[in-house]
T-cell receptor, first 115, second 114 residues
Framework: SAVISQKPSRDICQRGTSLTIQCQVD?????MFWYRQQPGQSLTLIAT?????????ESGFVIDKFPISRPNLTFSTLTVSNMSPEDSSIYLC????????????FGQGTRLTVV | AQSVTQLGSHVSVSEGALVLLRCNYS??????LFWYVQYPNQGLQLLLK??????LVKGINGFEAEFKKSETSFHLTKPSAHMSDAAEYFC????????????FGTGTRLLVSP
């Protein structure tokens, strides 16, 4: 199994500013993902964080708005840039050990409120 | 592309009653299917998963699910609900074509009354 530590757990930010969320895994994971969970809704994948290369973004998400770093197999960051109230959401990172069908482990999430 | 449909955004049961949460999936290749639970203000925790082999899979906390290919379903059940089961439940699918990305259903909130 893997334990994922995510911080901050919550933040209140001014519009126009940026917030970087950190995700630390206690094991080397092959795949890491960043999700957004808007209030009362399901999880939407933002991007796959690739170690040593650019992240792969899903439709509707762009690198300029959500830059992602993954310098090694245990750490990743997601930045929410130039925030607006519409970015208020829970952001979750996850990591997967092993190949197809492997369990995904999740961080506790970051509850972001933009005012 | 994969997709997941969860019927019923809310399900209410009495303590001790059967829990049935429905999940149907779409995948053009053999799927990997998961049920996750999310308690308030927490991340997601895996309940159980199906990859290959036995179609009835047992998970934690007394939950189980059956993969039915002919019905493209993976419904979650528990014979007797407990108050502590109240949470949000998500069904998810991944497959090799989707590069192991999880696609989640919209979730079902389980309410358990005394």
């Amino acid at each position: 199994s893997a334990v994922i530590s995510q911080k901050p757990s919550r933040d209140i930010c001014q519009r126009g500013t940026s917030l970087t969320i950190q995700c630390q895994v206690d094991s080397q994971v092959t795949m890491m993902f960043w999700y957004r969970q808007q209030p009362g809704q399901s999880l939407t994948l933002i991007a796959t964080a690739n170690q040593g290369s650019e992240a792969t973004y899903e439709s509707g998400f762009v690198i300029d708005k959500f830059p992602i770093s993954r310098p090694n197999l245990t750490f990743s960051t997601l930045t929410v840039s130039n925030m607006s109230p519409e970015d208020s959401s829970i952001y979750l990172c996850s990591g997967q050990l092993g190949g197809p069908g492997a369990e995904a482990f999740f961080g506790q999430g970051t509850r972001l409120t933009v005012v | 592309a994969q997709s997941v449909t969860q019927l019923g955004s809310h399900v209410s049961v009495s303590e001790g009653a059967l829990v049935l949460l429905r999940c149907n999936y779409s995948s053009s290749v053999p799927p990997y299917l998961f049920w996750y639970v999310q308690y308030p203000n927490q991340g997601l925790q895996l309940l159980l998963k199906y990859t290959t082999g036995a179609t009835l899979v047992k998970g934690i906390n007394g939950f189980e699910a059956e993969f039915k290919k002919s019905e493209t379903s993976f419904h979650l059940t528990k014979p007797s609900a407990h108050m502590s089961d109240a949470a949000e439940y998500f069904c998810a699918v991944s497959d090799l074509e989707g590069f192991q990305k999880l696609v989640f259903g919209t979730g079902t909130r389980l309410l358990v009354s005394p």
